[in-house]
């Protein structure tokens, strides 16, 4: 079973729709979390960080289930310029482990 | 402030050559990271370092590849000798001491072995 994994996608959604992506992990141990967003022949960028309680940033909302194990994020009136590949991240202590990435395409 | 900084963004040579690539952390980490991305395998952890010093090379796929960090402002990964198959994209990434903080990504090196 690998660390932490991602449905793949693709997830092509028109416009204004609501998406959301879910990521499990499988160390209990794990300290942090985060998502990242990737733009295509570009470097990881944080996107936001995943706390316990949830928080939100602007259209962006995260979720964090230690209990089950899985984080989420949830793009609302979601954007053209939204379309990535969006990464799960866990951080281990010393180390990250990311997710395959979750590819979106928005469409007009 | 400045970011991770990578040189050199491109690197086209043929297989058999030495390849470097090098690495300037953000002022102030401590951990430095070299992740290797390809289409068919995604970002893979090399090896990282905590205060110039190898903590994990368990990714790095074999003894062709090598990784060091002199100082806390410079790291390089050498190649020798290179292959076609060690075409990827080399991002190299740093964080600050908490473990709670996440990584910043430079732009990364593109490199193509023909």
């Known amino acids: 079973r690998k660390e932490v994994e991602q449905d793949p996608g693709p997830f092509n959604v028109p416009e204004g729709a609501t998406v959301a992506f879910n990521c499990t992990y499988s160390n209990s141990a794990s300290q942090s979390f985060f998502w990242y967003r990737q733009d295509c022949r570009k470097e990881p960028k944080l996107l936001m960080s995943v706390y316990s309680s949830g928080n939100e940033d602007g259209r962006f909302t995260a979720q964090l289930n230690r209990a089950s194990q899985y984080i989420s994020l949830l793009i609302r009136d979601s954007k053209l310029s939204d379309s990535a590949t969006y990464l799960c991240v866990v951080n281990m202590f010393t180390d990250m482990r990311f997710g395959a990435g979750t590819r979106l395409t928005v469409k007009p | 402030d400045a970011g991770v900084i990578q040189s050199p963004r491109h690197e086209v040579t043929e297989m058999g050559q030495e390849v470097t690539l090098r690495c300037k952390p953000i002022?102030?980490?401590?951990?430095l990271f070299w992740y290797r991305q390809t289409m068919m395998r995604g970002l893979e952890l090399l090896i990282y370092?905590?205060?110039?010093?190898?903590?994990?090379d368990s990714g790095m796929p074999e003894d062709r590849f090598s990784a060091k960090m002199p100082n806390a402002s410079f790291s390089t990964l050498k190649i020798q000798p290179s292959e076609p198959r060690d075409s990827a994209v080399y991002f190299c990434?740093?964080?600050?001491?908490?473990?709670?903080?996440?990584?910043?990504f430079g732009d990364g090196t593109r490199l193509s072995i023909l």
């Open positions: 990434a740093s964080r600050p001491t908490d473990s709670n903080q996440p990584q910043h």
């Open positions: 370092f905590n205060n110039n010093v190898p903590i994990d």
């Open positions: 002022s102030g980490h401590d951990y």
